[in-house]
């Protein structure tokens, strides 16, 4: 079964950054979307970033679009959120997600591996 371990979160001003990682062990074959969420006090969960299977495609909720960067380092196992221009607002759970690929796109699906998250906390 996929296991996946998220590292980096903490207490941050605004305006400052902070770089997620997701350790992945445990795949078969196969590809993989690879994606981060997270949950906001009060809201729903919220898709953060994406990327496709074969790493040529990133997706972005509007909300973080031009501050967040997502990437991976397979030959690690790695995959990275780099957090920029951090805002109060990005306060949450953030949670490393993957679903094994079959086809189509890797944005807005269900996904059915989740890591135990990491709390980030933006303060003003």
């Known amino acids: 079964q996929v296991q996946l371990v998220e590292s980096g979160g903490g207490s941050v001003q605004a305006g400052g950054s902070l770089r997620l990682s997701c350790a992945a062990s445990?795949?078969?074959?196969?590809?993989?979307?690879m994606g981060w969420f997270r949950q906001v006090p009060g809201k729903e969960r919220e898709r953060v970033a994406g990327?496709?299977?074969?790493?040529?495609?990133?997706y972005y909720a509007d909300t973080v679009k031009g501050r967040f960067t997502i990437s991976q380092d397979k030959a690690k196992n790695t995959l990275y959120l780099q957090m920029n221009s951090l805002k109060p607002e990005d306060t949450g759970m953030y949670y490393c997600?993957?679903?094994?690929?079959?086809?189509?796109?890797?944005?807005?699906?269900?996904?059915?591996?989740w890591g135990q998250g990491t709390q980030i906390t933006v303060s003003s």
């Open positions: 445990g795949y078969t074959s196969g590809s993989y979307c």
């Open positions: 997600a993957a679903d094994r690929w079959t086809g189509g796109s890797c944005w807005g699906r269900p996904y059915n591996f």
């Open positions: 990327i496709s299977a074969r790493g040529l495609t990133t």
